[in-house]
């Protein structure tokens, strides 16, 4: 079999294993085979282009490799992610490294492959290691978008033949794809936080919906279970607020209601406590770890705080601002039992106070619970 001549600057192959070596396109298609397989595997775009740098240095003669991002707006380099054997003196990157600076500065702003053949006598290269002698830069451009620049370098004045850099450009549309695909998949996860934050959320009062409160009583009730710690309910509901909207319009009676979820938030304000907006003008607080006695007293204070708002009622027949009634419940959930049990009691007691005049609040004991 003829032997292979590798390419100048590619690994030197001993002439008995000369016809296994592979040659440079077999190497470049393996190589651009690992960089797409990073892209798709890395967690996140640092784990994404340290496994390109890695993966470069390993299977090239380089002494270092690197990747140097540019921020937003593409005026600075925000990011520098490099391996390699030997040590790159790093300037720090807080978004102090303009792009009118360096050999990676000039390569983002003619947008071209720089080769420097000699670095000692180019005057815009910044030494990262005095043994280095050839470095080439490339951009990393995906579609309009220039990411960076792929930054190579070498101890061998003469490594940076046609071919090689040729590999190289190659390598760089390849991290260019992968970068985009890495800032998308942060995007879309970025994207997807927010609605489900939005989807927990009342648009009208901007405290948690229906859904979290559901899904929050469930997991207490399953964590104070476990910890044998009581769980509160206070079911707050606005009185004779049909008459209001009725007197002085749904606006009014909507502001009413982001007023009433402001106060409740006030006193929900234990880092385990969640308000949330029930239904309609019905709003509960969920308070783990409070018992009784003090879920009561919590209670005292919103419906106090309520009526010193002053949000004027001309229509109620309890006093002429808002007020509420509010039904308290308190117990040590039972693994077995059922969250149902809570707002079920909470309710029997929000019943008791509209049935006892309005503007109070009422606490039975729960009927087969440990009351806590
Ligand atoms: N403005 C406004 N009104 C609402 C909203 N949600 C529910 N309501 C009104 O709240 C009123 C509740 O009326 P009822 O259930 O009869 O209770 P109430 O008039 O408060 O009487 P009591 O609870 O017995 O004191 C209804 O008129 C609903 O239209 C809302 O988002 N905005």
């Known amino acids: 079999m003829a032997s292979r001549d ?25 190589i651009l085979a690992q960089v797409s397989r990073e892209a798709l595997q890395g967690e996140d775009l640092d784990a994404v282009l340290r496994g390109i740098v890695d993966c470069l240095v390993q299977r090239l003669p380089v002494a270092i490799a690197s990747i140097i991002l ?18 790159l003196v790093q300037p720090e990157l807080d978004n102090d490294w303009p792009v009118t600076l360096g050999a990676a500065g000039r390569c983002v702003r003619t947008g071209q492959p720089l ?20 470095e080439y830069l490339v951009p990393i451009r995906h579609r309009a978008r220039l990411h960076g620049v792929l930054n190579i370098e ?18 760089a549309d390849q991290i260019a794809g992968a970068i985009h695909l890495a800032r998308m998949a942060d995007q879309l996860e970025a994207a997807n936080r927010k609605l489900r934050q939005l989807s927990s959320i009342d648009g009208l009062t901007g405290i948690a919906n229906r859904r979290r409160f559901d899904e929050q009583l469930q997991a207490d009730w399953a964590r104070c279970a476990r910890e044998r710690q009581p769980l509160a309910l206070l079911l707050v509901d606005a009185d004779r607020f049909k008459a209001l909207n009725d007197a002085c319009g749904h606006l009014y009676g909507d502001e009413c209601l982001r007023q009433l979820a ?9 880092e385990e406590d969640l308000v949330a907006r029930y239904g309609g003008e019905e709003l509960v607080l969920l308070l783990p770890r409070r018992d009784g006695a ?27 601002v808002v007020t509420v009634s509010i039904g308290v419940a308190a117990l040590v959930p039972r693994p077995q039992g059922s969250p149902q049990q809570l707002i079920a009691a909470a309710d029997a007691a929000l019943y008791a ?4 005049g309005r503007n109070r609040v009422e606490h039975p004991p729960v009927a087969g619970a440990e009351d806590g």
């Open 6 to 30: 590798p390419k100048p600057g590619w690994p030197a192959v001993p002439a008995e294993n000369a016809g296994d070596a592979p040659t440079p396109a077999a190497m470049l298609a393996e």
């Open 70 to 87: 540019l921020n937003d707006v593409g005026t600075h380099f925000e990011r520098e992610v490099y391996a390699g054997e030997l040590l």
């Open 115 to 134: 080769l420097v053949t000699d670095v000692e006598g180019d005057p815009d290269y910044v030494a990262g290691n005095p043994s280095v002698r050839a």
């Open 154 to 171: 070498s101890t061998d004045a003469g490594f940076f033949t046609a071919d090689v850099c040729a590999v190289f450009d190659a390598v």
């Open 262 to 270: 402001r106060v409740c938030a006030q006193l929900a304000d234990g």
């Open 294 to 320: 003090a879920a009561g007293l919590v209670a005292e204070q919103l419906r106090a705080l309520v009526e010193e708002e002053a949000m004027a009622h001309p229509s109620s027949t309890v006093a002429p």
């Open 353 to 356: 106070a509209k049935a006892g």
